[in-house]
């Protein structure tokens, strides 16, 4: 803080285990990337190379190096794992984890069809060797999850060893937790902050609504990702209620007159 506000929310510094911020790399170049620590390192917990990004991205170790630096985590998304997957190829997958010294992988099935017991052995296999994200939700319009399936699977792949379990939402912010128009699947969520611990959950929030919905719903400590580049320190601002959006969130009851109506 460059100045001093009462009322302000409890934010716990890095590292952290709660109220991460991961934001989607789809392919910044290392000056952007130095340019992005220089403005957002203090914000922003753990950065995701995107999709199949870390095939074709130059400077990957040199990239990888800067977040480090800043103390950022870093892994490659999910759909790179499925991209070895379905090619059989997970024992190279396993060996450019090493090459990149990488501590975390995120495993996935939203772009192929993996049987879940097939994915909870993924899960427990690559937790003997880094730190596991999984995602449950399908990246294909139209293909859906019952909810109580999708909350079991949450339920499994943490038992299984994954960190923290990912909501799909794409970068689109379309599918999985969201409906086609982006509003909030009210009852998966509900359903699904009913039964896995807050803590365990990182949801993606491409979009300033989203994000706002789940910082009204769990706190401004809530697990956020696939936030873009530029949009780093203004979703720090809607957690802390340095936004119209969240303004009035923290305050006490006396200042609460002053709302507009």
């Not at 959950?201 to 989203?210: D, G, H, R, V, Y």
């Not at 956020?224 to 949009?231: K, Q, R």
């Not at 809607?238 to 936004?243: A, C, V």
């Amino acid at each position: 803080m460059n100045f001093s506000l009462s009322y302000l929310p409890q934010r716990d510094s890095k590292p952290r285990q709660n109220g991460l911020t991961m934001m989607m790399d789809k392919g910044l170049s290392t000056k952007e990337v130095e340019n992005f620590c220089d403005s957002s390192a203090d914000f922003t917990d753990i950065v995701k190379f995107g999709f199949g990004t870390a095939a074709i991205s130059k400077n990957l170790k040199e990239k990888i190096k800067i977040y480090r630096q800043a103390n950022i985590r870093v892994y490659f998304g999910g759909t790179l794992f499925e991209l070895f997957a379905i090619r059989g190829q997970l024992d190279t997958y396993r060996k450019i984890i090493d090459e990149y010294n990488l501590d975390t992988i995120e495993i996935s099935d939203g772009s192929m069809n993996i049987p879940h017991h097939e994915k909870l052995e993924y899960i427990r296999s690559f937790s003997k060797q880094v730190t596991v994200l999984s995602e449950v939700g399908y990246k294909v319009s139209g293909v859906t999850i019952p909810i109580e399936k999708w909350v079991e699977m949450m339920k499994t792949e943490l038992e299984a060893g994954a960190w923290k379990v990912i909501a799909e939402a794409r970068e689109s912010g379309n599918v999985g937790i969201y409906n086609s128009d982006g509003s909030a699947n009210a009852a998966l969520i509900c359903d699904i902050v009913s039964t896995i611990e807050q803590d365990k959950i990182l949801w993606e929030a491409p979009n300033k609504s989203q994000q706002t919905y789940f910082i009204k719903l769990l706190g401004t400590n809530v697990n956020l990702g696939n936030i873009a580049t530029n949009e780093v320190i203004a979703l720090e601002t809607l957690r802390l209620g340095l936004r119209g959006d969240t303004f009035f969130d923290y305050l006490p009851e006396k200042l609460l007159s002053q709302k507009l109506v």
